[in-house]
């Protein structure tokens, strides 16, 4: 007998230790092809193109809320939107379908490494958490095909009411707030760098479309950073505050943008970033490497 089952050895209680080790070795090596292989690639191009649709649609809802609306700026909101339009059943399942595959490409990452960062630990961190944060927008698409209506920023602040009712609470929605804010800032910082560059190969992209894709990244990744960076705070000051009407996710910091002098121009700028964004991650899911 050949292959992984001559390895197997077995005795009256079961195979072997060796035998079990040399399985999950097995099983391993297979879960790693699997996560390199083309149709994994195909997955993940699926998944970035659906983030780059909804991040288009967030933008239009701000630049909709700036001109005096009052859409729900956040990722539920722009399902809802779709959700709204002939087909639009099939278009939000077809979307969560593409975050289902997002969130699976970035568990891969979590698991065995993020190509090109020598199987660092902190890349890995970063692709574990968009993990769970497209998993839970894959659970928000499917729960809106099923008939919620609930908002998502009413979603979060129910989330903030309940935890700040104690000590232990209200520090783990500070620490939140924080790690948010800390998120969009090291966005800002990639975009001023132009640190997402690094995933196009040279020669994927000719000279003239090259530089039209690090304008809208870096456009779009600052605004997304900045836009980022405030709901972080907010979430912050409202466990600082014992005070949950003020985590409202991107929703409450588009509107929170709307109060402020000059606020319809703080929009603007904020959509126009946001769907240059969306742009963007189209791109990533034509050229990027994955």
Not at 275 to 280: D, T
Request: hydrophobic share 50%; charged share 15%; proline share 2%.
């Amino acid at each position: 007998m050949s292959g992984t089952a001559s390895r197997v050895r077995t005795d009256d209680d079961g195979p072997s230790e060796g035998g079990v080790a040399d399985m999950v070795d097995d099983a391993k090596q297979a879960a790693e092809q699997a996560a390199n292989s083309k149709q994994a690639g195909w997955a993940a191009r699926a998944g970035l193109a659906a983030r780059g649709v909804v991040y288009i649609l967030l933008g239009v809802l701000a630049l909709l809320v700036a001109r005096g609306g009052n859409k729900a700026v956040d990722q539920k909101g722009a399902l809802a939107t779709v959700l709204s339009q002939p087909f639009g059943g099939f278009l939000v399942a077809m979307l969560a379908l593409g975050f289902l595959c997002y969130a699976l490409w970035r568990l891969s990452e979590a698991v065995f490494g993020v190509e090109g960062t020598g199987g660092k630990a902190w890349p890995r961190v970063q692709s574990a958490g968009r993990a769970v944060a497209y998993l839970l927008l894959t659970y928000t698409a499917v729960s809106l095909l099923l008939g919620s209506r609930q908002s998502q920023s009413s979603q979060q602040r129910g989330i903030v009411a309940s935890l700040v009712d104690n000590p232990v609470g209200v520090w783990a929605v500070i620490l939140f707030g924080i790690g948010f804010a800390a998120v969009g800032l090291f966005q800002i910082y990639e975009g001023i760098t132009l640190k997402f560059m690094r995933w196009f190969q040279a020669g994927a992209l000719d000279e003239r479309s090259r530089t039209v894709v690090r304008h809208l990244g870096r456009v779009g990744t600052i605004a997304r950073g900045a836009v980022f960076a405030v709901t972080g705070a907010l979430i912050a000051v409202a466990g600082w505050k014992h005070d949950p009407s003020q985590a409202g996710g991107i929703d409450a910091a588009i509107k929170a943008l709307r109060d402020q002098p000059y606020g319809g121009w703080l929009l603007l700028l904020a959509g126009l970033g946001l769907i240059a964004f969306g742009i963007f991650g189209l791109a990533e899911a034509r050229y990027r490497r994955v």
